[in-house]
């Protein structure tokens, strides 16, 4: 394999770069002290579930912080919880900083602008031509992700330290949040393939010990463990991937594959099938159909959890690695128009489910797999940059609105905790009116909601609206438009891509203004009593929002199109020209995709307008003041009882995959073959045999002289009469 070596000469060689290595270290290191400090057990661990609710996962644990502090049951914290409410959010905000300042040294070079900077650490598997190096490659792709990485992460950090701060695992807590954000760091920052598949598996184990963080609560271990091994078929497909780019390219390096792609005929079988295993592994750590089950049961950690795991982390990793192979894809149609296909079914599909969640977390949940799915129509149409741009918008924005839900969720839990109330603080049933309780909360879930929805100037409008523009710019002209798949013309599914992007967005603006009203608006149905203990958080949780609020707000800015006139600036796609610029260009095809100024305001209108639609139906269909709170609703039925159960895909699973394999595994794998073959004729058989043997040998020598006596008569006999009858 030809390893990236240390590009001496290299204009970041003498700068801030060389030390890049810190980034992904300081995590590790505050992940090492923290999972020390956790040694020490709490001195008074908190009590059981307050609420007595089983569907409370999140906040039955993070309730003590929520307590007033001259209530009789106020959980003691953990000896060692200031100590580590420094070090987690500190390490963070430490590799956020080196990050930034590697980023303006980067910025300021301009020869380093058309060539990666490769950090070569020292040489990690030389096995013959496989020879692989611990390297980290900075480009202008990887500084965006690092950013989004460090920084969200930094926010999320700091709004633990208020929502966790009296669990009894809280340095538990947060070492697994620093393992989180390394392997994070280490899957964007790997300059190959095998490195980035470290980070890979890495944050699929964080992500198992997080949100089954509560694991002396089977739904929580058992969400945990679903997660785990959901991702694990897609890290097959990842590994048949490089197995396949090894034998071919004789390389797993990012540069070595993209110079020996430069050879493989274009749509060729072999780029085609190395482009779909890299997917199926997308399909697993980004939760797209079929794989996507795992993602809403990941709400069983804390709220925190899940807003890093949906917003900077792990589900946007399978957007990241295709975005870093992009000649690779660039190079498959029929791979690519398998991506956008699946992304624009996943958006749709998702959207439909969060129409009937009334979990808060659930409802986020679902819209994070469906504007997954936007970020795959992107990337999977050859808009590089416009999948990635959407990938930082939609941290900024879903960052807020899970931080912000936390917010509700730890407002919802103190007002019946104080109460001894037993209701669920996450239906939305239970909560309303919460406008006037917690102000500055409800802007900002507002601001997010607007972004999320796809309203002009927020950030979400931009990005989403650039994704749309490109799949309709590429109908025509494109390499994608001249392929086939499945026997349809591309430009064909190119046009039905666009519809279902369009109908998630309705979607989209319905739900979450469904959330907005339930949650915020009519008559509080939390209960009267519970109604005066309601409040803003601590500043050390609001404080986050109100970042991520501006950043929700005016983030979109970073890539106005030309289109906007003066304000067209696309900072981010001229950013990302010498990384993803290639794949870009192959993927325009030689006549090169063209739409007239008067059909980009068409279609810019046409988004506007539905996403208004979708806000006006909900506002005007939906009735806050009708709604009654979880224990007096009724049942649902019909499509909103399927809705609500949510396709029943997991019950499909259960019947086709989960209890076939199961019935195989115990009949004939355990008491077949374990039980039966190796235990019971193997072990056991042996041993019967031996037995056997032991008992024949111990009636032989029964010490009796007169029975010896007669069988050495018997053996005499016996040998003369074989030499006397010959």
């Known amino acids: 394999m030809q390893t990236a070596p240390l590009v001496t000469g290299h204009p970041m060689s003498d700068t801030i770069a060389r030390f890049a290595w810190l980034i992904p270290l300081l995590p590790l290191v505050g992940f090492a002290l923290n999972g020390l400090l956790s040694l020490h057990a709490a001195a008074h661990p908190g009590p059981a579930d307050p609420s007595g609710s089983d569907d409370d996962h999140d906040v039955a644990h993070a309730a003590p912080a929520a307590h007033d502090h001259d209530d009789a049951h106020q959980v003691a914290r953990h000896p060692s919880a200031g100590l580590v409410s420094l070090i987690g959010p500190g390490v963070l905000a430490l590799s956020f900083a080196m990050t930034l300042a590697v980023l303006y040294q980067f910025g300021i070079a301009d020869q380093a602008m058309h060539e990666p900077y490769v950090l070569t650490l020292f040489q990690w598997m030389p096995a013959g031509k496989l020879s692989i190096d ?26 633990s330290v208020g929502y966790m701060r009296d669990d009894p695992g809280y340095p538990r807590y947060f070492a697994y949040l620093n393992l ?34 509560w694991f002396s609560d089977k739904s929580n271990a058992d969400a945990g463990k679903k997660a785990f091994i959901v991702n694990r078929i897609g890290d097959f497909g990842f590994l048949v991937a490089m197995f396949l780019m090894f034998a071919n390219f004789g390389t797993l390096s990012f540069a070595g594959v993209e110079s020996a792609a430069a050879i493989v005929p274009m749509g060729g079988a072999l780029v085609t099938a190395i482009c779909l295993f890299l ?15 795992w993602l809403p049961d990941a709400m069983a950690g804390p709220t925190p959890v899940s807003a890093l795991i949906h917003a900077a982390t ?37 959207a439909t489910i969060g129409l009937k969640q009334w979990d808060i977390k659930k409802v986020l949940a679902y ?18 940059s416009a999948g990635v741009f959407h990938l930082m918008t939609h941290a900024f924005f879903k960052a807020l609105l899970f931080l912000g839900s936390g917010s509700v969720i730890y407002a919802m839990h103190k007002a019946y905790h104080a109460t001894h109330s037993p209701e669920d603080a996450q239906d939305m049933r239970n909560m309303g009116g919460l406008r006037k309780r917690m102000p500055v909360t409800f802007v900002l879930m507002w601001i997010a909601t607007f972004s999320i929805a796809g309203i002009p100037p927020f950030s979400g409008f931009f ?30 599914v190119l046009y039905g ?61 970073a890539n106005v199109p030309a289109l906007y006139g003066g304000m067209g600036s696309q900072l981010l796609h001229s950013w990302l020209e010498p990384v993803l610029g290639r794949g870009t260009e192959i993927s325009l095809g030689t006549e090169g995709v063209h739409l007239s100024h008067a059909t980009e305001y068409l279609l810019i209108g046409v988004a506007i307008a539905i996403a208004v639609i979708g806000i006006v139906f909900a506002w005007l269909r939906l009735k806050p003041d009708a709604l009654v709170p979880a224990k007096s609703a009724p049942v649902e039925e019909g499509l909103e009882r399927t809705l609500l159960h949510k396709w029943y895909v997991d019950e499909a699973y259960a019947r086709t995959v989960v209890q076939p394999t199961l019935g195989i595994s115990r009949t004939l794998l355990w008491k077949g073959i374990d039980a ?3 235990d019971g004729l193997l072990v056991n058989g042996s041993a019967l045999l031996v037995r056997t043997v032991g008992w024949v040998g111990s009636q032989l020598q029964s010490g009796r002289v007169g029975t010896y006596a007669w069988v050495l008569l018997m053996g005499v006999l016996s040998v003369l009469s074989a030499f006397s009858f010959r």
């Open 134 to 159: 611990v390297a980290f490659q900075i480009d202008q792709l990887s500084l965006v992700m690092m950013s989004i990485v460090t920084g969200i992460g930094t926010l999320i950090h700091i709004f």
């Open 180 to 213: 989180f954000i390394f392997f994070m760091l280490l899957l964007v920052m790997g300059a190959n393939y095998p490195l980035m598949f470290v980070g890979w598996e890495g944050v699929g184990l964080c992500s198992y010990l997080l949100i089954g963080f």
């Open 279 to 293: 997917f199926l592994g997308a399909t697993g750590k980004s939760a797209q159909i079929p794989l996507f089950v």
């Open 314 to 350: 792990m589900v946007t990793a399978g957007v990241y690695l295709i975005a870093r192979s992009a000649v690779l894809f660039s190079m498959a149609p029929v791979a690519q128009l398998t991506v956008a296909v699946v992304g624009a079914l996943t958006a749709v599909f998702a």
């Open 367 to 384: 819209s994070t797999v469906s504007q997954l799915g936007y970020m795959f129509v992107g990337v999977g149409v050859g808009a590089y």
């Open 463 to 492: 990005s989403k609206d650039e994704i749309l523009g490109a799949v309709f710019a590429r109908t025509h002209g494109s390499t994608l438009a001249e392929a086939q798949w499945l026997g349809i013309p591309g430009s064909l």
């Open 497 to 557: 891509v666009y519809v279902l992007g369009l109908a998630a967005a309705l979607m989209t603006a319905i739900y979450m203004t469904r959330l907005m009203l339930y949650t915020f608006h009519g008559p509080s149905r939390t209960g009267e009593k519970e109604a005066t203990h309601l409040k803003e958080a601590p500043w050390i949780m609001t404080g986050p929002l109100v970042v991520l609020g501006v950043l929700s707000a005016v983030g979109g800015f």
């Open 676 to 678: 039966g073959i190796i």
